[in-house]
């Protein structure tokens, strides 16, 4: 079950030293099961001191509105861009803001998309077929691409948001393994 806490107006109590708080990793995932949410705090610039009471803060507010665990992790935007940051590119591509209720990438002026490409060329006709209902859709059944906001933009290559990147990815498997997922940011 996805725990969507950016799409609930939580009405947080915090700090103007909190540049973000970004839910990431599998908590945003379309159809996962996670056993924590991930959560990051991201600071302007402020001591480590201030930022880890801020941080326990939030986590505190925040145990309230789900049962699943909280794991927080606090930053300042200085070491959130540090090469060393592993989790940086996962808040990055897949964090949503609490506050702003969009994407983390959107307060740079980014949008994160996932594209696949794809290849049906090996495929007998009757899969090329179930391929094509299983991301259009057949008579009044909505298609994946429907259903999840996905854009075909060539034959062989769909554009998707990130939280259903393992819907698409396991229902193509179902029908070729010819296929590659890549992050776009625009």
């Given at each position: 079950?996805?725990?969507?806490?950016?799409?609930?107006?939580?009405?947080?109590?915090?700090?103007?030293?909190?540049?973000?708080?970004?839910?990431?990793?599998?908590?945003?995932?379309?159809?996962?099961?996670?056993?924590?949410?991930?959560?990051?705090?991201?600071?302007?610039?402020?001591?480590?001191?201030?930022?880890?009471?801020?941080?326990?803060?939030?986590?505190?507010?925040?145990?309230?509105?789900?049962?699943?665990?909280?794991?927080?992790?606090?930053?300042?935007?200085?070491?959130?861009?540090?090469?060393?940051?592993?989790?940086?590119?996962?808040?990055?591509?897949?964090?949503?803001?609490?506050?702003?209720?969009?994407?983390?990438?959107?307060?740079?002026?980014?949008?994160?998309?996932?594209?696949?490409?794809?290849?049906?060329?090996?495929l007998v006709k009757k899969d090329k077929v179930r391929f094509h209902y299983m991301l259009k859709g057949k008579k009044n059944n909505s298609g994946l691409l429907n259903k999840y906001n996905g854009e075909l933009l060539?034959?062989?290559?769909?554009?998707?948001?990130?939280?259903?990147?393992?819907?698409?990815?396991?229902?193509?498997?179902?029908?070729?393994?010819?296929?590659?997922?890549?992050?776009?940011?625009?």
């Open positions: 079950m996805m725990q969507k806490l950016w799409q609930k107006k939580l009405k947080l109590n915090y700090s103007k030293d909190i540049f973000d708080i970004v839910q990431f990793g599998s908590s945003v995932m379309e159809n996962s099961s996670p056993n924590d949410i991930d959560i990051a705090v991201i600071f302007k610039n402020i001591p480590v001191k201030f930022q880890l009471n801020h941080a326990q803060n939030i986590k505190k507010q925040l145990k309230e509105k789900t049962e699943l665990p909280i794991h927080i992790k606090s930053f300042d935007l200085y070491s959130f861009f540090d090469p060393g940051n592993f989790a940086r590119e996962n808040i990055l591509f897949y964090g949503k803001s609490l506050i702003t209720e969009k994407y983390f990438a959107e307060r740079f002026g980014l949008k994160p998309k996932i594209q696949i490409s794809y290849s049906l060329q090996k060539n034959p062989g290559l769909i554009e998707i948001m990130p939280e259903y990147e393992q819907v698409f990815i396991k229902n193509i498997e179902k029908i070729t393994k010819e296929y590659e997922a890549k992050r776009v940011l625009y």
